[in-house]
């Protein structure tokens, strides 16, 4: 059973649009939610996060848009640049767990000149 | 300012051989640790997850074992090494107590099982 589940395999922008990555999850007691950005080679980097107690974390050109009724999330990247072609993952956890993060499957994102 | 490495950077070894990943995290004591694998092109899975000196929990059972000899090192190792382990081993570390939710991913070991 997928408990995140990241809707796009992968995503296509051309330069200055906004990609939008969208993440769902099953288990209503998942209340952290950070999206991690990963170049191929390297670890995972923590990009943003929100907790669900927020509809909306914004970090420059990152924003987080949460539904907690619909138990789903979106990460927004405004003014997309070549730089930011890399792979997302959305992650959830039981905040103060400190345990056990699920991760979604990864959005391959591209974004070309 | 914490710093996370890893060791060795990437590993060829053959099938039923022994092996044994590091991690070590400087400039935090009493680090939440884990271990994550990630296959080619997939998502990551964690593996164990450490909250103190000399106490390991298992998440899933892939023929590995973890130790944390010391408050700063998380050790993977297996005797017997098969086809199904090659991937990217990930070591993480969280701050311990009440802000234990973030997790700090380091770079990676490469592993590559013929």
């Known amino acids: 059973q997928q408990q995140v589940r990241q809707s796009s395999q992968s995503l296509t922008v051309w330069e200055g649009e906004t990609a939008i990555l969208n993440c769902s999850y099953e288990n209503s007691a998942f209340d952290y939610f950070p999206w991690y950005q990963q170049f191929p080679g390297e670890g995972p980097a923590l990009l943003i996060a929100i907790r669900s107690v927020s509809d909306k974390k914004e970090d420059g050109r990152f924003t987080i848009f949460f539904n907690k009724r619909e138990k789903n999330l979106s990460l927004h990247i405004k003014d997309s640049q070549p730089g930011d072609s890399a792979t997302y993952f959305c992650a959830a956890s039981v905040a103060s767990s400190g345990q056990k993060l699920v991760f979604g499957q990864g959005t391959i994102l591209k974004v070309y000149l | 300012a914490q710093t996370i490495h890893q060791w060795p950077v990437a590993e060829i070894k053959a099938v039923g051989s022994p092996l044994s990943l590091g991690c070590t995290i400087k400039?935090?004591?009493?680090?939440?640790l884990y271990w994550y694998w990630q296959a080619t092109g997939g998502t990551l899975q964690q593996l164990f997850y450490s909250i103190t000196v000399g106490q390991v929990e298992s998440v899933v059972q892939l023929n590995l074992s973890a130790s944390r000899p010391k408050d700063d090192q998380f050790i993977l190792s297996t005797e017997k090494l098969l086809l199904s382990h090659s991937g990217f081993y990930l070591c993480?570390?969280?701050?311990?107590?009440?802000?234990?939710?973030?997790?700090?991913f380091g770079p990676g070991t490469r592993l590559l099982v013929l």
């Open positions: 400039g935090k004591s009493s680090p939440n």
């Open positions: 993480a570390w969280a701050p311990g107590g009440a802000n234990q939710d973030t997790q700090y």
